[in-house]
């Protein structure tokens, strides 16, 4: 979709849950052991105090000190394997293996993806060649773009290929989301829009946000800042009215330059940054999603496809049916990936759960383990 494409000040790690000989930037914790004991000892967990702190007397006495947990430390590379399987499908499976140094360096966030494989397609993406069922099984989500505006006549129509896109990945249970290529100036223009994409929506199953996205040289471009940020805002409203959860699309030097800070915050942010690793070094304001790449590669297509990881679970928000099992969630977080204590009860509020039947379905999980 997208057209372009402190030194961490952290005592130390504390204590470190890995599932994996590989742990992803984005899931890593900066501990608050205010109740790091409460938390162990509920879960039968053991660990040397006395260690943890003399390792962060270590680091306060020297910063430069290398006191994150000893692993082996691996090269980093991206190695992607081609095979053509006996339907004559190309299959292309990537692999990425994060260095230890990109974990140590990398900032510490607060989010966790929940969804790791959500892509967007539109008309650029011919029905013809996907193959539904394998894709619909490949993937956590799909964006479907609806509509664009003209930057000459002003014109608005629908994408060419929505409604096949539509009834195929419907039809096989894929949540939906939708996105609406905006060259809107003003509110007048964005209402517009929005009224086209409700009428476009009307009877649409859809589980994530209806997006505008804000990214034209034509006629954006050459816009002020306000104009811009009151038009986004004057569509998402109108989506709101029209009973739909709604948000912006952008980059980062559009955002930046075109949307208001506050605007960013306010509503649902879907950022596209294919410059950074592991997780998005934006950080111009918050944000829900990050697309990641435009070279997303899913069984039953053999092309290109933008893919995002999303930090709320949408479906349970919008439709209160989540594609995460229960049972997945519940692994997620004995596995140490959504942190411990407050800071997890937080992660999980932000996604969308009901933090208090998470965690009774985390003891009852425990309980049967240490049985």
């Given at each position: 979709m997208a057209s372009f494409k402190n030194k961490l000040m952290a005592l130390a790690f504390c204590f470190t849950i890995i599932s994996s000989p590989i742990s992803y930037a984005s899931d890593l914790v900066k501990y608050n052991d205010i109740n790091l004991d409460e938390v162990l000892d509920d879960n039968g967990i053991y660990y040397d105090k006395k260690e943890v702190e003399n390792r962060i007397k270590e680091y306060i006495n020297n910063p430069n000190a290398d006191v994150v947990p000893d692993f082996k430390p691996i090269e980093e590379k991206v190695t992607e394997e081609t095979t053509v399987n006996e339907n004559g499908d190309v299959e292309v499976t990537e692999t990425t293996e994060t260095t230890y140094e990109d974990q140590k360096n990398e900032p510490i966030y607060s989010k966790t993806p929940v969804y790791k494989k959500v892509v967007d397609i539109s008309e650029h993406q011919n029905p013809s060649l996907i193959n539904y069922d394998k894709f619909a099984k490949s993937i956590d989500g799909a964006i479907l773009r609806t509509s664009i505006m003209d930057a000459d006549t002003l014109n608005i129509r629908t994408d060419y290929h929505l409604e096949e896109h539509y009834r195929q990945l419907n039809s096989r249970g894929v949540p939906l989301g939708f996105y609406h290529y905006s060259r809107a100036i003003n509110p007048r223009e964005a209402i517009r829009e929005a009224e086209y994409v409700s009428r476009v929506l009307k009877n649409k199953n859809v589980s994530y946000p209806v997006y505008i996205d804000i990214e034209d040289d034509k006629r954006q471009a050459k816009a002020s800042k306000a104009d811009i940020s009151e038009a986004?805002?004057?569509?998402?409203?109108?989506?709101?009215?029209?009973?739909?959860?709604?948000?912006?699309?952008?980059?980062p030097w559009f955002a930046n330059n075109y949307l208001t800070k506050d605007v960013r915050n306010k509503y649902e942010f879907w950022i596209a940054d294919y410059a950074s690793k592991n997780f998005t070094k934006y950080n111009g304001s918050d944000f829900d999603s990050w697309q990641f790449t435009?070279?997303?590669?899913?069984?039953?297509?053999?092309?290109?496809v933008d893919t995002s990881v999303v930090y709320k679970d949408y479906p349970m928000i919008i439709k209160g049916r989540s594609k995460k099992s229960m049972d997945e969630l519940v692994s997620e977080i004995i596995a140490g990936r959504r942190g411990t204590g407050a800071e997890r009860k937080k992660r999980l509020i932000y996604a969308g759960y009901d933090y208090n039947i998470v965690q009774k379905a985390v003891n009852e999980r425990l309980k049967i383990t240490r049985a």
């Open positions: 986004a805002e004057a569509f998402i409203l109108a989506m709101r009215r029209n009973g739909y959860v709604s948000g912006i699309y952008s980059y435009d070279k997303g590669y899913y069984n039953g297509y053999k092309y290109n």
